[in-house]
C-alpha cells in the first residue's frame, strides 16, 4: 500500500518552544491530510484537515494558532506546536489517502511522541 | 452526527481461542467501515475495510468482519488468536462529504499464554 511517513518519531522540548513534524506521502500525491492526537490509552481525536495550497481545516476546540498546519507541497504537511505546553505532550499521527486508488482508505504515519518539559 | 462504539475498552482471551470485538456504528446511509490496530507506541495499520458488496470482509492477518446493517455492526473476529495480537483496535467510520474518519474509542486486546 501507499507509505505515509513522519518525522520525528520522538521528541522532548522545553516549555515555550515551538515543535514542528513532518508527515510525507512517499509514494503518492495527497491533497488532503489529517492531523490526528491521542492521549494515553485514548482513541484518535481528529485535530485538523490540511489541504495542500489552501488553509487548513481546525476541527471544533482545536487551537489554529498553537497548532500551525502547512501544506505547502502535494507530499508534505507539517504541524508546529508552538509554544508548547506539558499539556501539549502526546501522540500525534498524520493520514493521507492516495486520491489514484479511487477509494477511502487512509495510511497513517508512525506517530510522533511529543514530550514537553 | 456519524459516531462509532467499541463497548469493550479490555478484553482478554488465551492464545488459540477464537475473538470477536465488536462494533456499532450509527449513520444515516451504507457506511464506509474500517478495523485498525495499533501496537504501542506505532501507528496504524489496516486490518480490513467495507465499502459494499459481500457482508463478510477478509482481512491481514486471519481476521474478517462482517456487516450487519440491522443491527449496525461491523465486528471483528479471528478464529484463533496468537500472542502477537495483542494491540490496541479501532474501528472507524468515514464520514462522507468531507472524508474524515471517525474513530471508536478502542479495544485493547490481551493474550494469556
Known amino acids: 500500500g501507499a507509505v505515509v511517513s513522519q518525522h520525528p518519531s520522538r521528541v522532548i522540548c522545553k516549555s515555550g518552544t515551538s515543535v514542528k513534524i513532518e508527515c510525507r506521502s512517499l509514494?503518492?500525491?495527497?491533497?488532503?491530510m489529517f492531523w490526528y492526537r491521542q492521549f494515553p490509552k485514548q482513541s484518535l481525536m481528529l485535530m485538523a484537515t490540511?489541504?495542500?495550497?489552501?488553509?487548513?481545516?481546525?476541527e471544533q476546540g482545536v487551537e489554529k494558532d498553537k497548532f500551525l498546519i502547512n501544506h505547502a507541497s502535494l507530499t508534505l504537511s507539517t504541524l508546529t506546536v508552538t509554544s508548547a505546553h506539558p499539556e501539549d505532550s502526546s501522540f500525534y499521527i498524520c493520514?493521507?489517502?492516495?486520491?489514484?486508488?479511487?477509494?477511502?482508505?487512509?495510511?497513517f504515519g508512525q506517530g510522533t511522541r511529543l514530550t514537553v518539559v | 452526527a456519524q459516531s462509532v462504539t467499541q463497548p469493550d475498552i479490555h478484553i482478554t482471551v488465551s492464545e488459540g481461542a477464537s475473538l470477536e470485538l465488536r462494533c456499532n456504528y450509527s449513520?444515516?446511509?451504507?457506511?464506509?467501515l474500517f478495523w485498525y490496530v495499533q501496537s504501542p507506541g506505532q501507528g496504524l495499520q489496516l486490518l480490513l475495510k467495507?465499502?459494499?458488496?459481500?457482508?463478510l470482509v477478509q482481512g491481514i492477518k486471519g481476521f474478517e468482519a462482517e456487516f450487519k446493517r440491522s443491527q449496525s455492526s461491523f465486528n471483528l473476529r479471528k478464529p484463533s488468536v496468537h500472542w502477537s495480537d495483542a494491540a490496541e483496535y479501532f474501528c472507524?467510520?468515514?464520514?462522507?462529504?468531507?472524508?474524515?474518519?471517525?474513530f471508536g474509542k478502542g479495544t485493547r486486546l490481551h493474550i494469556l499464554p
Open positions: 493520514s493521507a489517502r492516495d486520491p489514484a486508488r479511487g477509494d477511502t482508505e487512509a495510511f
Open positions: 509514494d503518492f500525491q495527497a491533497t488532503t
Open positions: 490540511s489541504n495542500e495550497g489552501s488553509k487548513a481545516t481546525y
Open positions: 449513520y444515516g446511509a451504507t457506511p464506509y
Open positions: 467495507y465499502f459494499s458488496g459481500d457482508t
Open positions: 472507524a467510520v468515514v464520514s462522507k462529504g468531507d472524508d474524515k474518519i471517525i
